[in-house]
């Protein structure tokens, strides 16, 4: 139970981070933060207590085995995360050099 | 047939890989290559409704059979709505690629615009067939990374600024459908929507479906920009290129946002009370602050960005009155009207905002501005767009026989014999306030004396832009004919029956 409250926190954190920072890249960290704390709640979900890597063999132990779907689907997760953030840092990198600041009080041509 | 169904990614998917390693050779192959896919897609997606849906088509990906009647592949599967949504989806794609050939002439790097363009579409067509949860985040995810890219293709100020805030507010959206799709997973040990469903139905532990719901449906209320979610939506499709916000606002807050909450909460949730009178509720705020904050603009496209909002709210009051409906056990007759008028008026939304959008670039393309105030007097020099978006106006302002008339009628009617008699009386207060705001933009952008004296020499728009929005008005009056019984049994009923009869769906995906 601890752990998915610290997995929680950790959303809690990035959520805190993305709406109070006003550095560009400080909320694209927050954002990863949100972000892998979903992960490691993804990977909560497969574990089994005291299970095995699933690994149908005689050499392995045969007992419980831990689900193998949550991994496959973090492993996924993790490299369309990765597409994400680095979209995100270029957009970042291309309004630096456009308007010489990562502060977005000062990035507000566009009134929402 | 069923081996038909991968093509929708396929083609589009290919189209992007090859579009940036041939088309530097070869001069004029991205136009080619991505008008002809979405073309054929096209008119693979009408033969599909042609055919007649009575039961879903599946596919399942990798051949992998059910084990013990669970299945384990990915399914894709196309019932009635699905491909509904995949004309859409690439009707308006094939229309709005062929109107960029001229659009893109101010714009370097034309490869990467369109291997972009079909990446966007590949997974917007993956997003409406897949029968896989953790699928469709993943289809969806191409899709809005692609139109992340898309927005900010101008690289000036406006359009990073749009994209960064797109992204970000897109990106927790995405945070929120992971973990609800996280959750299910946990409590349902299935991926597949409709074995998804046969096991929630078995869950006693209502307080866990409610807490799965509310994170779907900020997420993908976050996806559809309704009303308390709506922030970068005009941002983003005001600053992206015409045959984008064309796109965006036409099929993509549809497709991922509208879709998904119509597959997920009526084919998979069993129906409560409660979540309808909040998507009923979203949708009526939407549809009435929409329109006023869309009433006050005089920037052109965020005019239209923000009826965007207003339009897609009328769809979620229709398909939420629809579901209140049937969880009181009223009459199914009501209930297939709200609903069916709900489909209807997306569909024809997606035609006339497309149109609008594909307008106004061609105006901007002319008169190189989007302020409402510096443009006037343009009926003369360009009749083409001056009369396509004539109609387009009429119809999204509900003028007969335009389409958006009759999908409005079919709402309002249906909210009558509901007794819901404030969301009828709001949706005609938003149509009349619809027809003045874009009163106000026929008059300012077509009738008022010019400005500026240096305008007298623009001259209508080159071909293919005219050939699309051509296409499209008279797509608007077209669509009038989907309510005549006959052509409505063959479009507007499939899709309805998908949702009304949520079980067959269930059924039909785990007998296989």
């Known amino acids: ?112 | 047939m069923s081996q038909l169904i991968p093509l929708f990614v396929i083609l589009p998917l290919a189209a992007a890989f090859l579009i940036p390693i041939i088309g530097k050779f070869l001069e004029g192959f991205q136009k080619a290559v991505s008008s002809l896919v979405f073309l054929f897609l096209s008119v693979l997606a009408l033969y599909f409704i042609c055919s007649g849906l009575t039961t879903p088509i599946t596919y399942a990906v990798g051949g992998w059979k059910p084990v013990e009647g669970i299945p384990i592949a990915i399914y894709l599967v196309a019932d009635g709505l699905s491909v509904v949504m995949l004309i859409i989806i690439n009707v308006m794609g094939f229309l709005s690629g062929f109107y960029a050939i001229s659009y893109l002439k101010r714009f370097t790097a034309q490869n990467n615009f369109y291997a972009l363009f079909c990446l966007m579409i590949a997974g917007m067509n993956g997003v409406v067939l897949t029968g896989d949860l953790f699928n469709l985040y993943v289809f969806m995810e191409i899709a809005v990374i692609a139109s992340y890219a898309l927005v900010a293709f101008g690289i000036e100020k406006n359009e990073l600024e749009a994209s960064f805030k797109y992204q970000v507010l897109g990106g927790i959206a995405s945070v929120l459908i992971l973990f609800g799709v996280a959750l299910l997973y946990w409590k349902t040990k299935t991926l597949n929507i409709a074995d998804a469903g046969h096991m929630l139905k078995k869950t006693p532990d209502r307080s866990f479906i409610i807490f799965t719901q509310l994170f779907l449906i900020a997420g993908f209320g976050l996806k559809a920009a309704l009303i308390p979610f709506h922030a970068w939506l005009p941002d983003a499709h005001s600053s992206a290129p015409s045959p984008i916000s064309a796109m965006l606002s036409g099929v993509l807050i549809k497709a991922v946002g509208i879709y998904c909450i119509i597959r997920l909460f009526f084919n998979m949730f069993e129906i409560s009370y409660e979540l309808p009178v909040t998507i009923a509720a979203l949708g009526a705020l939407s549809m009435v602050i929409g329109v006023f904050l869309a009433i006050i603009q005089w920037d052109l496209k965020r005019l239209f960005a923000y009826h965007s909002i207003s339009q897609m709210g009328y769809v979620m009051t229709g398909i939420g009155m629809g579901m209140i409906i049937m969880s009181r056990g009223g009459d199914p007759k009501v209930a297939a009207l709200a609903l069916a008028g709900g489909l209807f008026h997306l569909i024809n939304h997606a035609v006339f905002k497309g149109l609008l959008f594909l307008n106004a670039g061609a105006l901007e393309f002319k008169c190189h501005t989007r302020n409402l105030l510096k443009m006037g007097g343009m009926w003369k020099q360009m009749p083409v767009t001056y009369s396509t978006s004539l109609s387009a106006s009429m119809a999204i302002s509900g003028i007969p026989p335009f389409n958006g008339f009759f999908s409005k009628l079919m709402i309002i009617i249906a909210a009558i014999q509901g007794n819901f008699y404030l969301l009828a009386i709001l949706a005609i207060l938003v149509s009349i306030l619809t027809l003045g705001s874009f009163l106000k933009f026929q008059k300012y952008a077509f009738f008022n004396k010019p400005g500026n004296p240096d305008r007298q020499n623009i001259s209508e728009v080159p071909f293919t832009m005219c050939f699309s929005m051509i296409v499209l008005a008279l797509l608007c009056l077209g669509l009038s004919l989907l309510i005549f019984p006959g052509i409505r049994e063959i479009i507007l009923d499939p899709a309805v029956n998908v949702i009304m009869n949520s079980t067959e769906y269930a059924l039909s995906i785990t007998s296989i």
């Open chain 1, 1 to 112: 139970m601890i752990l998915y409250l610290l997995c929680f926190l950790l959303f809690l954190i990035g959520l805190y981070g993305v709406v109070t920072r006003r550095n560009v890249i400080k909320i694209v960290i927050g954002l990863v933060f949100m972000e892998f704390s979903v992960f490691l709640m993804l990977v909560l979900i497969g574990y089994v207590e005291k299970g095995h890597a699933p690994i149908v063999d005689e050499a392995v132990a045969t007992g419980p085995f831990v689900d193998p779907l949550p991994q496959a689907m973090v492993l996924t997760a993790i490299v369309i995360g990765l597409a994400a953030n680095a979209m995100l840092l270029a957009i970042a990198i291309r309004l630096y050099k456009k308007y010489g600041t990562f502060d977005i009080r000062k990035i507000n041509q566009l009134k929402g």
